[in-house]
């Protein structure tokens, strides 16, 4: 890491002092990933750790040209950024303080804080960071056929709040170019399912879109409730809703619970499974299945089948290919996503309220959240990705949801240790702001029909700006006041947010 970044930044400091700036990595904060080992594993050969880190995503950062901020409450500053290429020539992108931004790391585990403190102010800070190879790209995990497994603590999740693991096709580049030669190293090119707009388009300015990409949701949960769902996509549209698997949906409402047949209080293993028709990762997609690993031992499904989603048994997904899609952008590679949010339009309904969960349609306001629970994180550890089986130490190796096999205690005994131990040891102190100009999609769900719609935010036209809108900073002109629920904060001198 040490030669790839004095390589960045004297390539940086080059072009800086030959052409006055350009759209590449800054000189103002140095980017350096947290490491997060990972673990990639094969019946044959066992598990191997993996040199990877994370990235935090590209709209948190700061984005200037001197000392005025390329990045406005409704876009980009069209002055520096008029086109592309003048754009990326008169801007340069910053590196975060990944404490600040509300992510650490510890030995292979990760945590993300929804809000972080500040000279007495707590904000949201909602960080979301994408899983880097040591070669500045993207991982790109090829998992039809395979298993993805990983330890999570969410026991600091109220109703409202979503830790969440998932993986999207996006460029495993970033999308690196003349105009974002940081590409993945500085978190460009998101994409998912609900086809967003980005304003920075794979880290050029790019107003067209939607940028829709195959989305495999392995998480969305709190400490009430849970979903995984795949959205398949055709080129400019998704199944946004999905058919998902969540225990509660399904009528078992004491299966996702704190002190449920899955304690949500305490650290767990997560484990899910690609089956395909042949059993090979060439195969089609057939059956997505969830297993459960909790104090050394398997947690049985909450359906007595498997928790699993079939490919014949998903119409939202059909026009859009079903399984059969999921499982193709599966074995091309998507990228290892992590993310902690809440969502004050929805309050998070459509994954724990109604009939998706036991928490009521207004306890998942972010005001309540923040009021109650303003240090609430997730913790994602010991990340194993492979074969079938390979993955957990010997205890789950069938390939079917319907035959579960465990092997001798001791064997379990010992995996599950050493991935507690890892889960559960980390505090953050850190209380620095960060800069963030990111949109969101928030979802939202009638439980009955499981559909999704995307909302973006826009910019207020009066004397109120908007969640996440710009609202201060030096030679800002517009709104300075933050609509309902929000509050203005200075995230450095060049930009307030309305948070
Ligand atoms: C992003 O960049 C990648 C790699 O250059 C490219 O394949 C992909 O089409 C781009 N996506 C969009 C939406 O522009």
Redesign the pocket.
């Known amino acids: 890491m040490t030669a790839r970044y004095a390589f960045k930044f004297s390539l940086a400091t080059l072009v800086f002092s030959r052409l006055a700036s350009a759209q590449v990595p800054g000189t103002g904060t140095p980017e350096v990933h947290p490491k997060l080992p990972t673990y990639k594993c094969t019946t044959s050969g066992g598990c191997v750790m993996q040199d990877t880190s994370v990235v935090l995503d590209w709209n948190y950062r700061y984005i200037h040209s001197g000392s005025t901020s390329c990045t406005t409450s409704s876009g980009v500053n069209t002055a520096l950024c008029p086109n592309q290429a003048t754009c990326s020539a008169n801007c340069q992108i910053e590196g975060v303080d990944y404490a600040a931004a509300g992510v650490t790391t510890s030995g292979n585990a990760v945590t993300m804080y929804q809000y972080k403190t500040a000279n007495g102010k707590t904000s949201s800070v909602s960080p979301r960071i994408y899983l880097l190879g040591p070669d500045g790209n993207y991982v790109m995990m090829k998992l039809n056929g395979q298993e993805l497994s990983f330890d999570v603590d969410l026991s600091t999740l109220p109703c409202g709040e979503n830790g969440a693991l998932y993986l999207s096709e996006m460029?495993a580049?970033g999308?690196r170019?003349t105009n974002n030669p940081g590409g993945a190293n500085y978190g460009s090119?998101y994409?998912d399912a609900q086809c967003p707009y980005e304003t920075w388009?794979?880290g050029t300015i790019d107003s067209a879109g939607p940028?829709c990409c195959n989305e495999m949701d392995i998480l969305e949960a709190n400490s009430r409730a849970n979903a995984f769902t795949p959205h398949p996509c055709t080129t400019n549209d998704c199944d946004k809703g999905g058919c998902g698997f969540n225990p509660y949906a399904s009528g078992y409402h004491n299966y996702w619970a704190p002190g449920g047949t899955l304690d949500t209080s305490k650290p767990f293993t997560v484990i899910t499974q690609f089956v395909t028709s042949d059993g090979s990762q060439s195969g089609s997609l057939t059956t997505i299945t969830r297993k459960y690993i909790q104090n050394g031992r398997q947690i049985a499904s909450a359906v007595s089948s498997g928790d699993s989603v079939y490919a014949n048994n998903c119409q939202s997904g059909a026009p859009y290919g079903g399984l059969n899609t999921m499982g193709q952008a599966l074995a091309r590679g998507m990228v290892l996503i992590f993310s902690i949010w809440n969502d004050a339009g929805q309050n998070m309904n459509w994954l724990d309220s109604g009939s998706s969960g036991p928490c009521s349609s207004t306890e998942g306001a972010p005001s309540n959240i923040l009021a109650n629970n303003p240090n609430t994180h997730v913790i994602f550890s010991n990340i194993r990705w492979g074969d079938i089986g390979s993955t957990t130490g010997g205890i789950i190796v069938s390939s079917s949801s319907s035959t579960t096999r465990t092997t001798t205690t001791s064997s379990r005994t010992t995996t599950t240790s050493s991935r507690t131990t890892t889960t559960s040891s980390r505090t953050t102190t850190t209380t620095t702001t960060s800069s963030r100009t990111t949109t969101t999609s928030s979802r939202t769900t009638t439980p009955s029909t499981t559909t999704t719609t995307t909302t973006r935010t826009t910019t207020a036209n009066g004397a109120q700006q908007t969640h996440w809108g710009q609202c201060g900073g030096i030679g800002w002109t517009g709104p300075t006041a933050c609509s309902d629920g929000f509050s203005c904060s200075v995230l450095n001198p060049y930009y307030s947010q309305c948070l």
């Open positions: 460029s580049t999308g170019n090119g994409c388009r794979n940028f």
